[in-house]
């Protein structure tokens, strides 16, 4: 449940300084609240107290001491606390009022961020959060309306008692009271006598609240804990204090709760009975039409009366699956809805401590049961008599029409087949057209023999028919013996088309043996031409002396071959010519057609003369291709020749670079000197680069891709140069960088050459780098302390931190120096300046611009008074700056 300002309902009660704190969060905490929760929480407590003879004036003070906390409490719940502190010390108060907390705790109740002291020392809000938990545990949990909590039960008990009211509509303890006829309400629904509901007005909220609060007063002995003032002036009231008042209405109706909840026992104990006995008479009414029903069907069951005819049993079959479809299924849910509603029946009368339901005599379940029983026994009854009947009678219809299915799919089968078996059409057939003729008529003979057997059937059949005495006996044996003759007719004219077939076939034989043997040979001799004529124009591409000389004698190993192809091709063109004479001489028609390929004595005549044509041709672009590659060869050995002196070079160069930079060949200006002596060799010996750089265009511009002369190609040989380069440099700025570092920080030359010592051992592939765990090993070796724990990984985490700021994963030198550096020297660190600035400031947290002048030289007070963020701690003073913030900064520890 929600307030109407987003405020829940659920779990503000003993964590009340949080959700006030929370609300304030959130900007939903009115201030008006408190006051409202002081004055009604003042007259809740002084209700309770009086009854002792004494009261409190002030809730914030006349609680501090303990004393009437306790005989609050103790009037409340009608129980004894321990005995007081009579002192007057801090600690007496602070005692005191453990006791009581103690004794809330002890009744269940959980107390968050209220403790003795906020109470010992007048803290308002945590005196009234200790008050709500004590209105909360003592007159608030006890409600209960239907199981709910009892914030939710008092809610719903108001909207109830209202329920019937004009203009009031409860949903929650603020805006739904502020007019004030809710209370009215409350009042007038437990005594009419008391207040004239029908003369109040929703627009004189004022009037209503006064109204209910001095009759509450008067007659109901309830105190005057609200404000009308307070509660219209309020955008939203206090939700507390609301139910503080209301709660008192509860206990003080509670009686009038009491016969309510009586006459609830008794309406929910008729219901229950009415509804038994509605369960009971539609049991009655449901049992005795279903039985009803059962008695009328089972005649009409064990009927057996029939016309002897088929279309009058298929009528009956009908008839019973209209009934199983339409008229049994409601019955069926009829019978189900009956046992359902008897053992829900049973149930709730066992339920409800009732004797158990005994139907009328005859409509027991039992009986039911066995009627049911006996209704399915005559319809399984039923249905045997008139499947069998329809077998029956369905037989001869069955053979009749048998008989007309298989002849007329015989007939069908016959359609056509004498002329076909008598046709010429062979005679203007090629062999492949025969061969297939043949196969079909062969399949016609198959399954002429396959219908034989459909021709008995159809014999059998009206065998059969005319032994039953079938009425159209006539007509079945006159189709029957058309049937018979027709398949004589057809076994002579399929031995006749037989025969024809044979002598064809003979006839074209001998024709496409030739064309066969033409296509057997004439295909690969195709394929030939047509790969030697696209070899013989192929586009090549060599490297190399090898790969053209290769060419060369390739060409020269096919030239020799070309004389058996000679043969080949003359014996393909005699086996046309064969094919040519045979035809004419025998007039078949399209006899010349070769079914096995589409390849013609024309296109392997015109391919063979188009071989003989590029043979030479291809003799000179091999020639011009072999003195392309005698230049090629030349360059290749010219660009080795001064590779294989600049390599070389660059590599001692760079090996010389790369020991100098280990730090360990003399002192550090040592090694800057002899770094730019070589800087200057290598700038001497650039024209050896540029001249290399010739020769290596014209190797491009040639297309030279590879050369065996040489490992080296220009693209290493220039980075190799750059890398040089860059390794010059960059060792020369590293030393540059030591030196610096050395004569600042005060290292000395044996402690420089200890961290190279060290750092090199441990960087066995010589990158200038180390990876964690070496640079680890490298701290021990140095005389670091690293725990194997978890804190000595944490501590190495901190110092990786800072020589691989950008988690590189390695830590090369100079981070390394620098990290060494500053552990071996003494440097300033944030608290000692703050410290400085503590001791300028005379031990104050701040201190002021004209101090800053007074102390340090202008420019660098000016420098501090721009940079110095103003001071916003207690007792600050205008003018007052925050020099904590700005040391802390100067280091990087925080962010200025």
């Not at 002192?87 to 009744?107: E, P, Q, T």
């Not at 010219?638 to 060949?665: C, H, S, Y």
């Not at 830590?811 to 300046?833: G, I, K, P, W, Y």
């Not at 000016?862 to 207690?874: A, D, F, L, S, V």
């Amino acid at each position: 449940m929600m307030m109407e300002n987003g405020l829940s309902m659920e779990g503000y009660g003993e964590n009340y300084m949080e959700q006030e704190e929370e609300w304030e969060r959130e900007g939903l905490l009115d201030p008006a609240w408190e006051k409202q929760q002081k004055k009604t929480f003042t007259a809740w407590c002084n209700s309770h107290l009086r009854k002792a003879g004494t009261g409190i004036e002030n809730i914030e003070d006349d609680f501090r001491n303990g004393l009437k906390l306790m005989l609050l409490l103790e009037v409340i719940s009608g129980e004894t606390l321990p005995k007081p502190d009579r002192g007057k010390m801090r600690f007496h108060k602070i005692a005191n009022v453990n006791k009581a907390l103690d004794f809330i705790a002890s009744k269940g109740v959980h107390l968050v961020s209220i403790g003795a002291e906020e109470i010992v020392d007048g803290n308002l809000k945590m005196t009234l959060g200790m008050i709500w938990t004590i209105i909360l545990r003592f007159a608030i949990q006890d409600i209960s309306v239907e199981e709910m909590t009892a914030k939710e039960g008092l809610l719903l008990w108001c909207q109830r008692k209202t329920a019937p009211y004009k203009n009031v509509n409860v949903q929650n303890f603020h805006l739904s009271f502020k007019d004030g006829l809710a209370f009215c309400a409350l009042i007038h629904r437990h005594r009419p006598d008391l207040i004239d509901y029908s003369k109040l007005s929703k627009d004189n909220p004022l009037e209503n609240l006064n109204t209910a609060f001095d009759v509450a007063e008067k007659y109901l002995d309830i105190p005057r804990m609200l404000d009308p003032d307070d509660l219209q002036n309020t955008a939203l009231p206090d939700e507390r204090a609301v139910m503080t008042y209301v709660s008192s209405y509860y206990h003080c109706f509670s009686g009038a709760q009491k016969a309510e909840t009586a006459a609830n026992r008794i309406c929910k104990v008729l219901k229950v009975n009415q509804e038994n006995e509605r369960l009971m008479e539609e049991y009655e009414r449901l049992a005795s039409d279903l039985l009803e029903w059962i008695r009328r069907t089972m005649p009409w069951l064990n009927s057996r009366q029939a016309d002897n005819s088929l279309a009058g049993v298929q009528k009956k079959l009908e008839e019973y699956r209209t009934y199983r479809r339409k008229h049994k299924p409601p019955r069926v849910e009829q019978k189900a809805k009956l046992e359902t509603n008897f053992n829900t029946l049973q149930t709730k009368l066992r339920l409800s401590n009732r004797p158990a339901y005994l139907p009328t005599e005859g409509k027991t379940v039992a009986d039911i049961s066995n009627a049911w029983k006996g209704l399915e026994l005559s319809e399984k009854a039923f249905e045997e008599w008139l499947l069998a009947e329809t077998m029956r009678l369905e037989r001869l219809e069955h053979l009749a029409q048998k008989f007309k299915i298989k002849a007329d799919a015989h007939e069908d089968w016959t359609r056509g087949k004498e002329e076909m078996l008598q046709s010429q059409d062979y005679r203007q057939c090629k062999l492949n057209e025969l061969k297939a003729l043949k196969k079909k008529h062969e399949a016609f003979e198959s399954d002429l023999a396959a219908h034989q057997d459909r021709v008995e059937q159809i014999a059998a059949i009206a065998q059969e028919l005319n032994s039953l005495e079938y009425h159209d006996c006539v007509s079945v044996n006159a189709r029957c013996q058309r049937i018979c003759d027709q398949w004589d007719r057809l076994g002579a004219l399929t031995q006749r088309r037989r025969t024809s077939l044979d002598e064809a076939e003979r006839i074209l034989e001998k024709i496409d043996i030739l064309h066969l043997e033409f296509a057997k040979r004439a295909a690969p001799f195709n394929n030939w031409l047509d790969g030697t004529r696209e070899d013989l124009v192929d586009m090549f591409i060599v490297h190399t002396m090898e790969e053209i000389q290769g060419l060369i004698q390739a060409h020269d190993q096919f030239k020799a071959t070309l004389g058996e192809a000679d043969k080949e091709f003359n014996l393909i063109v005699n086996l046309v010519r064969e094919v040519e004479s045979i035809v004419k001489q025998y007039q078949i028609p399209g006899g010349l057609e070769n079914p096995y390929t589409n390849i013609t004595a024309n296109d392997m005549t015109r391919k063979w003369s188009d071989v003989r044509q590029l043979v030479p041709q291809r003799d000179q672009t091999l020639a011009n291709e072999l003195r392309k590659q005698q230049n090629n060869e030349m360059l290749r050995r010219q660009f080795a020749e001064k590779a294989n002196i600049v390599g070389p070079w660059i590599e001692r160069q760079m090996d010389a670079v790369t020991a100098i930079g280990m730090g360990l060949q003399g002192s550090l200006e040592d090694q800057l000197h002899r770094l730019k002596e070589y800087e200057q060799a290598v700038y001497a010996y650039k024209p050896n680069i540029e001249e290399l750089e010739k020769i290596h265009q014209a190797v491009q511009e040639s297309m030279i891709f590879e050369n065996r002369y040489t490992n080296y190609t220009m693209e290493t040989l220039r980075v190799g140069w750059e890398q040089l380069l860059t390794s010059i440099n960059r060792n020369i700025n590293e030393v540059e960088n030591q030196i610096l570092t050395r004569d600042s920080k005060g290292i000395s030359q044996d402690q420089l050459n200890e961290f190279r010592s060290s750092f090199n051992h441990f960087d066995k592939n010589r990158t200038g780098r180390l990876t964690p765990e070496e640079f680890k090993s490298c701290l021990v070796s140095l005389g670091y302390s690293i725990g194997k724990d978890r804190q000595g990984e944490m501590d190495f985490q901190r110092i990786l931190a800072v020589v691989d700021p950008n988690s590189t994963g390695y830590v090369h030198f100079d981070a390394f120096l620098d990290f060494m550096t500053r552990e071996s020297t003494d440097t300033d660190t944030a608290e000692q300046v703050i410290d400085s600035f503590r001791i300028l400031a005379a031990d104050k947290p701040y201190i002021l611009p004209d101090e800053l002048r007074r102390e340090l030289p202008p420019d660098q007070a000016e420098y501090c008074i721009q940079r110095m963020p103003p001071y916003k701690g207690p007792n600050a003073v205008p003018g007052a700056l925050d020099y904590m913030s700005f040391s802390t900064a100067l280091y990087g520890e925080t962010d200025l």
